[in-house]
């Protein structure tokens, strides 16, 4: 028979064994993060251990540089060993130890001179000329890093392609003399030509998808006048931006005096804000939402970039994020840019006096944050500056 002790006793039992179990049906709570409303991004890295080989000699000139990775990066251009028998290499390959003259290439694939070279994580494009009968025709070569294969190609188009720029997705577009473009839309798809509306000759290129691509063009007279032109393609249509010859009903507004040398774009994908950046003897940041030509215009000597105080006007400008910019000056000035001011970057190994000329061409960075910066050091005489974060 069951006291009423012994029943308070399972009763406890049972409501212990039952607590102890647990509801079935009940899960966590799910926290959803609150919509971010800007891009941020970490200030880009300024402490460097610093590498500098020496890499082409008289007579060379460098084209350019891609790297698939920290130990694995290609060298392109027209690059003298320095050195009987005064052998001229199309490239050069970063093996993690040493540049080597082996590159897996053939004359026959590689037979344009190198003018620039862009690429993604397996594949890359090297864009240049080559010649036939004193005639200078476009050319370029591709390479697949899983194959380690070549393929080239010999336009008819008279002229030099002289930048070429990628989404990293297989879209590839390159341009050169007179208005001349080459684009490429998946890695076994065809090159396709077309004309942009302009007589202008296009000299860097670069974008933020293959429906928005920012290039900057030239016009050389014979007068000696010379004179610059900005564009935007936008889904396939060239919109000229700004030109130093032609001011009238441009919706950014440069003159001859600014001379601007390269565009530089970022875009925030959150607030779908662009940042373009127009380097020159004044150097720009124009600031716009969307695809709207309306900008807000701020002069980056305002913010502290003192290339024009010190007599320097910039040559080339890299945005790697927002926070991370780079800009090249004349003279071996290197500044940075980290979101909250600019620092002159004095890099081992270069010209540090401020009287010296050397033409520095484009960095790249890796997924790990090194840089490599191919640079002149002297005349026709080349090195390549490696960053470590």
Request: aromatic share 16%.
């Amino acid at each position: 028979m069951k006291t009423p002790i012994n029943c308070f006793i399972l009763t406890i039992l049972f409501l212990s064994s039952f607590l102890h179990l647990g509801c079935p049906d009940d899960k966590p709570p799910i926290v959803v993060p609150p919509t971010p409303k800007n891009c941020e991004f970490p200030a880009g890295e300024r402490n460097f251990t610093w590498r500098l080989d020496t890499v082409a000699w008289f007579p060379s000139f460098l084209g350019g540089i891609h790297a698939f990775s920290d130990s694995d990066a290609y060298l392109m251009g027209y690059i003298g060993e320095g050195k009987s028998p005064w052998r001229i290499f199309a490239g050069k390959h970063w093996d993690g130890y040493s540049w080597s003259t082996n590159i897996n290439g053939t004359d026959t694939e590689i037979a344009h001179t190198p003018n620039d070279v862009s690429g993604d994580d397996h594949f890359m494009v090297s864009v240049g000329y080559w010649g036939i009968d004193n005639i200078t025709l476009a050319g370029l070569a591709e390479f697949d890093n899983r194959t380690k294969k070549w393929k080239g190609y010999q336009f008819q188009t008279q002229g030099e392609l002289r930048s070429v720029w990628t989404d990293g997705k297989g879209y590839f577009i390159a341009a050169g003399d007179n208005g001349m473009v080459y684009t490429k839309y998946g890695y076994t798809a065809e090159w396709v030509y077309q004309k942009a509306p302009t007589e202008f000759s296009f000299y860097s290129i670069s974008g933020i998808s293959k429906n928005e691509i920012y290039a900057s063009a030239y016009q050389s007279l014979a007068t000696g006048e010379f004179f610059q032109q900005g564009w935007k393609y936008d889904q396939g249509i060239w919109k000229k931006l700004f030109d130093t010859k032609d001011t009238v009903g441009n919706p950014i507004h440069l003159s001859m005096s600014d001379f601007p040398n390269e565009i530089g774009v970022w875009r925030c994908s959150i607030t779908d804000s662009l940042k373009l950046y127009i380097i020159g003897d004044q150097s720009y940041l124009f600031e716009s939402k969307g695809q709207q030509l309306d900008f807000q215009k701020t002069n980056l000597s305002d913010a502290g970039l003192p290339l024009k105080q010190h007599g320097r006007t910039g040559q080339h400008v890299f945005v790697f994020t927002a926070n991370d910019v780079w800009i090249t000056g004349t003279r071996y000035n290197f500044y940075h840019w980290n979101g909250s001011n600019f620092q002159k970057m004095v890099i081992p190994g270069l010209p540090n006096d401020d009287t010296k000329f050397g033409y520095q061409l484009r960095f790249i960075k890796t997924g790990s944050g090194k840089i490599f910066i191919p640079s002149e050091i002297s005349s026709q005489v080349y090195v390549v500056v490696q960053g470590v974060p």
